[in-house]
């Protein structure tokens, strides 16, 4: 499984995005210091329910804290942008 479909894996059984979009830009990073020890960079755009009524910073715990071990071990550099689904009307 590689490290997108890990992190996919991870954020759709914690938090049930209605879309989640995972891009690895380690790439972009290539002798960054970051990047020295393995680790990725990514850009995560994710909507879920599970936002709802949160601030930005709680947003961004949920996300880390679905991740887990995972920005320990894979993932150095995360740019997140969490949103609640809009609402009709």
């Excluded at 059984?13 to 790439?27: F, G, N, T």
């Amino acid at each position: 499984m590689t490290r997108v479909e890990q992190i996919r894996a991870a954020l759709q059984q914690a938090l049930d995005p209605q879309l989640l979009e995972v891009e690895d830009d380690s790439h972009r990073h290539a002798g960054h210091e970051g990047a020295r020890d393995g680790r990725g960079h990514f850009n995560l755009h994710i909507v879920s329910a599970a936002f709802e009524g949160k601030l930005p910073l709680a947003r961004h715990r949920a996300v880390y804290a679905a991740l887990g071990t995972l920005m320990d071990t894979d993932i150095h550099a995360l740019s997140i942008r969490a949103e609640a689904p809009a609402k009709n009307g």
